[in-house]
């Protein structure tokens, strides 16, 4: 029998060990991580931060013993991540000066093949953005999910695209029928659709109609609290029905404030809801008023607070509101029968209306609806919600970079304010996102689009940008 080679031996140990170094240091080279562009939020898009690091200053969000004040609408952006990553970065370019590693030409081999790897994937990961037309490059609180959707958005048919853009309420029969044939965004859900419904079965009517659909719908619903109240009126779906946030905060304050929005998002978010058409950022102190009733009834500064209050908590639980009535309601009169004109100045609703929004857009908030007023200090003779002027002084001035949305576009208000278009045409040259109307006007609208865009008096591109925003909110919310 042949003697064992010690020499041998002792080589092939030393040869393992060496490859056993060479494969760790390939791994300790972490590759760029590019789930952060696309991972999904599944149940909240605005984070309440803890209060060791507060995301506002003098926050009374979960501290109702505090007072609401302007300037705790101001956000500080913490640093604290950019450093870890500063520090990771350095650490992983700096050698280990106690390592007992060999200098060895194949861990210099293995040190480059993975450095062009995750070179590779860098690249890879900033490549997508550069298919993302400049003018789409806005910063917005969508943003993060711009590239996802411009590559369905590149994928989609004119007629697919100009579905998105409608949000129908939802009829008793053939629902899914409507949605499919129009391509949807989704849809309102009113009162009657959730008359003698379990909570169970609104569940599952909402998930049915969802899974019958190649994108997903999204689902609002009217939910104020007072005068409003789709849900919380069926006491099979609530204990009680909301109170109002005039008569929340005249017997609780903010403390009462919060705790309503808390379990109002809780509700809708159980239901399967994405988005409540509140809070309402109209001041009024006039009882004759048509939004008295429905205001929080006290000045701006106590608005801004209340609606920064709402906005957090409820898209902390999943549930988008909605900042309504742009630029604000005021004085006016009821615009579901009539014309409302208000000829206040623009200074004026510069130091008082603009204030609870401006609050709103600071604290994240996913939409904003524009009233049906005419606003003679933006335009003399146009609705808001088909004024392009009154887009641009949202989007420009208050820097809302959400979804804009219109009131009910059913309104006796707007009906002889569309010039030779329909109210629908109207509305997308104005520069909303969405389109709320009644399901019967979902054929006229889709048609009048489509129609509009293949006669260039639309140009498609404001179709692709409104569409953009709209796939964005839909992955960022893990409606897709």
């Not at 040190?111 to 037309?133: C, H, N, R, W, Y």
Request: aromatic content about 6%; hydrophobic content about 35%.
């Amino acid at each position: 029998m042949k003697k064992k080679n010690p020499f041998l031996r002792r080589s092939l140990c030393s040869l393992l060990i060496g490859l056993l170094i060479v494969t760790a240091a390939g791994c300790s080279s972490k590759p760029v991580d590019v789930s952060k562009k696309t991972a999904k939020v599944s149940e909240t898009s605005v984070v309440v931060q803890s209060d060791a690091e507060p995301s506002v200053s003098e926050s009374s969000v979960w501290k109702p013993g505090k007072a609401n004040d302007q300037s705790s609408i101001t956000t500080e952006p913490s640093s604290s991540k950019a450093e870890e990553t500063s520090q990771a970065e350095e650490s992983s370019q700096t050698a280990d000066p106690s390592s007992d590693a060999p200098s060895d030409p194949s861990q210099s081999s293995a040190d480059s093949v993975s450095s062009e790897i995750t070179q590779s994937s860098a690249e890879t990961s900033k490549g997508s953005v550069f298919d993302l037309p400049e003018e789409y490059q806005d910063n917005g609180i969508f943003s993060a999910y711009y590239d996802d959707a411009y590559r369905y958005l590149s994928k989609m048919t004119l007629e697919e695209k100009i579905g998105q853009m409608i949000i129908a309420a939802k009829p008793t029969y053939e629902a899914s029928e409507l949605a499919t044939e129009y391509h949807l965004g989704g849809f309102i859900i009113m009162g009657p659709d959730f008359a003698d419904k379990s909570k169970e079965e609104v569940q599952s009517m909402l998930s049915t109609l969802t899974n019958s659909q190649k994108v997903p719908l999204i689902y609002a619903v009217d939910e104020e609290g007072g005068t409003v109240t789709r849900i919380s009126a069926k006491p099979q779906l609530s204990p009680h029905e909301f109170q109002s946030p005039r008569v929340l905060y005249k017997n609780g304050g903010m403390a009462y404030i919060q705790s309503d929005a808390d379990e109002k998002a809780s509700l809708l978010k159980e239901l399967g809801l994405n988005i409540n058409f509140a809070p309402v950022c109209d001041m009024s102190d006039n009882k004759k008023d048509f939004i008295y009733d429905r205001s929080l009834g006290q000045d701006a500064k106590t608005t801004a607070g209340f609606i920064r209050i709402v906005t957090e908590i409820s898209q902390s639980k999943g549930v988008s509101v909605t900042l309504k009535h742009f630029p604000g309601y005021g004085g006016n009169a009821d615009t579901h029968i009539g014309v409302s004109v208000d000829d206040r100045s623009l200074d004026e609703f510069r130091e008082k209306d603009f204030i609870p929004f401006q609050s709103g857009i600071q604290a994240g908030a996913h939409l904003v609806m524009m009233s049906h007023n005419i606003v003679k200090a933006i335009e003399e003779d146009i609705p808001c919600s088909l004024s392009p002027n009154s887009h641009q002084l949202l989007r420009d001035e208050l820097g809302f970079t959400g979804l804009i949305v219109t009131d009910d576009l059913g309104m006796d208000a707007i009906s002889k304010y569309s010039g030779d278009h329909t109210a629908a045409v109207a509305a997308v040259l104005a520069g909303n996102d969405l389109l709320l109307m009644n399901n019967s006007m979902v054929e006229e609208s889709f048609d009048s689009i489509k129609a509009a865009v293949e006669s260039s008096v639309i140009d498609e591109k404001l179709i692709d940008h409104a569409v953009l925003r709209i796939l964005s909110y839909k992955y960022m919310t893990s409606v897709m």
